[in-house]
Protein backbone atom coordinates (compact mmCIF):
# COMPACT_ATOMS: atom_id res chain seq x y z
CA UNK A 1 0.00 0.00 0.00
CA UNK A 2 1.32 3.52 -0.77
CA UNK A 3 0.42 6.71 1.57
CA UNK A 4 -0.02 10.59 0.56
CA UNK A 5 0.49 13.03 2.61
CA UNK A 6 0.27 16.82 1.87
CA UNK A 7 1.74 19.77 2.68
CA UNK A 8 1.97 23.69 1.82
CA UNK A 9 -1.98 24.72 1.67
CA UNK A 10 -2.93 27.63 3.69
CA UNK A 11 -4.78 31.15 3.26
CA UNK A 12 -2.88 33.55 0.61
CA UNK A 13 -4.45 36.91 -0.86
CA UNK A 14 -5.28 36.86 -4.32
CA UNK A 15 -2.24 37.54 -6.76
CA UNK A 16 -0.08 35.44 -3.95
CA UNK A 17 1.50 32.62 -4.29
CA UNK A 18 1.92 28.51 -2.52
CA UNK A 19 4.09 25.65 -2.98
CA UNK A 20 2.09 21.69 -2.54
CA UNK A 21 4.48 19.15 -1.54
CA UNK A 22 3.22 15.41 -1.67
CA UNK A 23 5.28 12.79 -0.60
CA UNK A 24 4.77 9.09 -1.05
CA UNK A 25 5.58 6.33 1.69
CA UNK A 26 5.15 2.68 1.70
CA UNK A 27 4.99 -0.59 -0.35
CA UNK A 28 4.99 0.13 -4.03
CA UNK A 29 5.89 -1.54 -7.46
CA UNK A 30 6.38 0.98 -9.66
CA UNK A 31 4.88 4.41 -9.73
CA UNK A 32 4.51 6.34 -12.87
CA UNK A 33 1.75 9.57 -12.58
CA UNK A 34 1.38 12.10 -10.27
CA UNK A 35 -0.15 14.77 -9.43
CA UNK A 36 -2.88 16.91 -8.41
CA UNK A 37 -6.55 17.46 -8.26
CA UNK A 38 -8.88 19.45 -6.78
CA UNK A 39 -12.81 19.80 -5.41
CA UNK A 40 -14.29 23.14 -4.65
CA UNK A 41 -17.80 22.86 -3.06
CA UNK A 42 -20.25 22.12 -5.31
CA UNK A 43 -18.17 21.23 -7.95
CA UNK A 44 -16.61 18.08 -8.99
CA UNK A 45 -13.14 16.69 -8.74
CA UNK A 46 -11.31 18.06 -11.37
CA UNK A 47 -7.78 17.54 -12.68
CA UNK A 48 -5.08 20.01 -11.92
CA UNK A 49 -1.77 19.15 -13.06
CA UNK A 50 0.22 15.65 -13.80
CA UNK A 51 3.02 14.50 -14.42
CA UNK A 52 4.48 11.29 -15.48
CA UNK A 53 8.03 9.95 -13.97
CA UNK A 54 9.53 10.61 -17.38
CA UNK A 55 8.69 14.25 -17.31
CA UNK A 56 5.55 14.29 -19.62
CA UNK A 57 3.18 16.88 -18.31
CA UNK A 58 -0.75 17.76 -18.12
CA UNK A 59 -2.44 20.71 -17.00
CA UNK A 60 -5.93 21.97 -16.51
CA UNK A 61 -6.19 25.44 -19.04
CA UNK A 62 -7.32 26.67 -16.23
CA UNK A 63 -4.50 26.92 -14.24
CA UNK A 64 -1.38 27.07 -17.59
CA UNK A 65 0.97 29.91 -17.32
CA UNK A 66 -0.11 29.77 -13.45
CA UNK A 67 0.74 27.00 -12.02
CA UNK A 68 3.64 24.13 -12.57
CA UNK A 69 4.14 21.26 -11.78
CA UNK A 70 7.42 18.55 -10.80
CA UNK A 71 8.95 15.59 -9.43
CA UNK A 72 11.75 14.10 -7.69
CA UNK A 73 11.79 10.87 -8.40
CA UNK A 74 14.32 10.02 -5.92
CA UNK A 75 11.82 10.55 -3.16
CA UNK A 76 8.82 10.14 -4.33
CA UNK A 77 7.54 13.77 -4.09
CA UNK A 78 5.68 15.80 -6.50
CA UNK A 79 5.25 19.61 -5.88
CA UNK A 80 2.99 22.17 -7.62
CA UNK A 81 4.18 25.30 -7.25
CA UNK A 82 0.74 27.87 -8.04
CA UNK A 83 1.68 31.48 -9.06
CA UNK A 84 -1.10 34.45 -9.47
CA UNK A 85 -3.57 32.37 -7.46
CA UNK A 86 -7.25 33.82 -8.13
CA UNK A 87 -10.22 33.13 -5.93
CA UNK A 88 -11.41 30.71 -7.70
CA UNK A 89 -8.66 28.23 -7.22
CA UNK A 90 -9.95 27.96 -3.62
CA UNK A 91 -10.11 24.41 -3.54
CA UNK A 92 -8.99 20.84 -1.14
CA UNK A 93 -6.09 19.82 -3.42
CA UNK A 94 -5.64 16.46 -3.31
CA UNK A 95 -2.71 14.30 -4.00
CA UNK A 96 -3.07 11.14 -6.44
CA UNK A 97 -0.27 8.41 -7.48
CA UNK A 98 -0.88 5.52 -10.40
CA UNK A 99 1.09 2.47 -9.05
CA UNK A 100 0.82 -0.59 -11.03
CA UNK A 101 -0.46 -4.34 -9.74
CA UNK A 102 1.94 -6.50 -8.47
CA UNK A 103 0.78 -8.51 -11.67
CA UNK A 104 2.35 -5.83 -13.81
CA UNK A 105 -1.51 -6.25 -15.34
CA UNK A 106 -3.72 -3.07 -13.99
CA UNK A 107 -3.00 0.62 -12.57
CA UNK A 108 -3.82 1.11 -8.89
CA UNK A 109 -4.98 4.65 -7.82
CA UNK A 110 -3.98 5.97 -4.54
CA UNK A 111 -5.48 9.57 -2.89
CA UNK A 112 -4.10 11.60 -0.24
CA UNK A 113 -6.23 13.27 2.47
CA UNK A 114 -5.83 16.73 0.95
CA UNK A 115 -5.05 20.40 1.78
CA UNK A 116 -6.72 23.15 1.90
CA UNK A 117 -5.96 26.28 -0.14
CA UNK A 118 -8.15 29.27 0.14
CA UNK A 119 -7.45 32.39 -2.21
CA UNK A 120 -9.28 35.61 -0.01
CA UNK A 121 -8.16 39.17 0.28
Known amino acids: QVQLVESGGGLVQPGGSLRLSCAASGTFFSINAMGWYRQAPGKQRELVATMTSLGNTNYADSVKGRFTISRDNAKNTVYLQMNSLKPEDTAIYVC???????????????WGQGTQVTVSS
Open 96 to 110: NAEDLSRSRDRIVNY
